[in-house]
């Protein structure tokens, strides 16, 4: 079994927007997945109740993003490998989670500034519904 997966470095825009930020893998994640500026997922973050610096719970941003009308839908699956997950999903765009840490899904390649290993587990992911449009 080919134990390889596709990963490519993306920050979600956070150098090129300006702001001095870090523990804010959820807003990056959530800039790639949505396909927003990072300023403009920052602000979500900042109304879900994220602080500046400060690491913030995927559930809550994922409820705020839902609330504003950005549909996300919770996968079924729990606790499975990122190669698995990224087998099983190589479509659609993806908001995924591990201890710790939240990156993007992006039609099978992961997108994040963090690398991450094939044996590491998603805890939740929650596939962006691109049936409808983003109000942003």
Known sequence: MENKIKQVLNDGGSVASGLKEWNDCTIRALAVVAGLGYSSAHKIGKDAGRKDKKGFPSFYLIQHCREIGIKFELSKRRSISIKKFLDENPTGRFYAKRRGHAFA????????????????????????DLANPLPI
């Open 105 to 128: 899904i992006v039609d099978g390649v992961i997108q994040d500034a963090t690398p991450n290993r094939p044996l590491q587990r998603i805890t939740s992911a929650w596939k962006l």
